[in-house]
């Protein structure tokens, strides 16, 4: 991981925001706003983290009856009633852990991630209403009980981003214990599952499943994004313990090449295609597949749909002003300053209403995008993004602006003021005690549907972290060729292998080693 320090380098920062006052006031305004998110993040850190660690089994005070590593969605158990856990939302979970683990040692949290790893060794040899392991296909099953048992009523499935999301949060794990030489743990513990996993999406990748929301049949640009860097990840690991990568190396190409014709000529990438349901194809799935994918050595890479690539910032622009003007909360917030952001506009679930992760993955966004535009010295407009930096400097066109112009500096603080401004929404609507429900109302922000909502505070604690300069080390790997589209696309897939794997423990005491590379730095 990487550390960098984000700041302001001019006072146009806050003049989108507080009505393009004086450069004198704007100062002045523009740092109490500051202030009053510092203290927001300052105060709700601990509780997310306390709030996320109690959603997990076996000792978590809102997860009675949870297995061991197991990550119930909510303590909530009707209206609705999410006391399951899902494949998708644990990984996301762990992804963030493992990476503020990885940061920072901390014994409890590898506790926690390795009652996970367990956990998911045993669900991936549960046969259950998708399928079994022996061919793979009980890997896309979504859902299961709390007590790692079977769920078996009706639902939408197969969700094939659970293995990919699987998959990565491991990985992430494994980085620390090779960096720290445990090579071997990696070897007899980790690969096996995370082998299942890869299997699963060079295999099925190409066909239809549900989308994250759990409520589209199709193809889902969140769900291919994991796919593609799943793959990408798995090959550098499985070169590393001396394991082919070839099906990976061979799949991963054709994932991407597929990646791209999600997007659309309106300007934006389509959340789901493939499958009919009416809507304009305007998601947060596209946002959150942003940040998932961030890789700070891809820089604004379109392809991998960088945070910072003109394609993704226009599609932040579309997405995010979708929800200007159906909102009453949202009312008369101007383009270019922060509203709720909720997962697509013609969302019914409890009437439509924002997601606290939504908000927070659209800050988040934008602080991946600060660090890149940081550390290269430079951002790049373009025909596709122009729309985006046009709601921060009306008169600014297309080309290269370096970091010392005064375009730059105008860009850069306008756009983390606009960041800090998803940030201060969540504040406004997050009731005193700094719980994070699932949503908040569309009228009054009154929080809604799911109480503590484990992926709200994993959202919040992966957003805060960007904020803070604390990057995840990169997936690619160097000169990665992750990037590359083929010039046709192929529906390559490969026939997976599938073992069940056997880990019931840990080796003792797998502390930093003294003198191993470090998996975070502090500069820039």
């Known amino acids: 991981m990487h550390g960098f320090t984000l700041l302001l380098l001019g006072s146009s920062a806050f003049q989108t925001i507080l009505g393009r006052p004086s450069p004198t006031s704007s100062r002045r305004e523009g740092k109490l706003f500051k202030r009053d998110v510092d203290d927001f993040v300052a105060t709700e850190e601990p509780i997310a983290l306390e709030s996320l660690l109690a959603n997990i089994g076996p000792d978590g005070a809102n997860a009675p009856g949870a297995s061991a590593g197991v990550v119930v969605a909510s303590p909530s158990t009707s209206e609705p009633d999410y006391f399951y856990t899902w494949t998708r939302d644990a990984a996301l979970v762990f992804k963030t852990i493992a990476q503020r683990f990885a940061a920072s040692y901390d014994a409890t949290l590898q506790t926690q991630i390795q009652n996970y790893i367990i956990a998911q060794a045993s669900l991936q040899n549960l046969d259950n209403p998708s399928g079994t392991l022996s061919d793979g296909t009980g890997l896309g099953e979504p859902k299961f009980n709390a007590d790692l048992s079977a769920f078996t009523d009706s639902w939408g499935r197969p969700q094939r981003d659970g293995p990919a999301l699987r998959a990565i949060a491991l990985m992430e794990y494994a980085d620390w214990l090779l960096a720290n030489g445990y090579e071997s743990t990696v070897t007899d513990v980790i690969w096996p599952i995370v082998k299942n ?31 593609h860097r799943s793959l990408v990840q798995g090959s550098g690991l499985a070169t590393t313990l001396g394991e082919s990568p070839d099906d990976y190396d061979a799949v991963a190409p054709q994932i991407l090449c597929f990646q791209q014709t999600f997007w659309s000529s309106e300007g934006y990438a389509l959340a789901n295609i493939n499958g009919n349901n009416g809507r304009s194809g305007k998601d947060a799935n596209v946002i959150l597949a942003s940040i998932h ?30 929800f200007r003007d159906i909102y009453t909360l949202n009312s008369g917030i101007p383009a270019g300053t922060a509203p709720a952001v909720g997962r697509y506009p013609e969302d019914t679930y409890y009437s439509g209403n924002p997601w606290y992760l939504n908000t927070l993955a659209a800050a988040e966004q934008l602080y991946d995008a600060l660090y890149v535009w940081q550390t290269e010295g430079v951002i790049t407009v373009t025909d596709v993004s122009l729309a985006f ?8 066109a297309a080309g290269d602006y370096a970091s010392d112009s005064e375009t730059y500096t105008a860009l850069f603080d306008a756009i983390t003021a606009y960041a800090e401004g998803f940030v201060d929404v969540v504040s406004q609507y997050t009731p005193d005690g700094g719980a994070l429900a699932e949503q908040f109302g569309r009228e009054d922000g009154t929080p809604l549907s799911a109480r503590d909502l484990t992926w709200s505070y994993a959202s919040f604690l992966s957003a805060v972290a960007r904020r803070a300069g604390v990057i995840p080390a990169s997936w690619a790997g160097a000169d990665s060729t992750a990037t590359v589209v083929p010039d046709v696309c192929a529906a390559t897939s490969a026939a997976g292998a599938y073992a069940a794997p056997t880990v019931t423990s840990f080796p003792p005491s797998q502390t930093p080693t003294a003198g191993a590379a470090s998996a975070a730095t502090t500069s820039a």
């Open 197 to 227: 996993d890869l299997a699963y999406v060079a295999q099925y990748w190409n066909q239809s499943g549900f989308d994250l929301w759990e409520e589209v049949q199709g193809s889902s640009f969140f769900t291919v994004a994991a796919q």
């Open 293 to 322: 994918s961030f890789d700070p050595a891809l820089g604004c890479d379109a392809a991998t749909f960088q945070p910072c690539s003109d394609r993704a910032l226009s599609s932040h622009k579309v997405i995010v002003d979708s």
């Open 389 to 396: 930096f046009q709601d921060f400097s009306a008169d600014v």
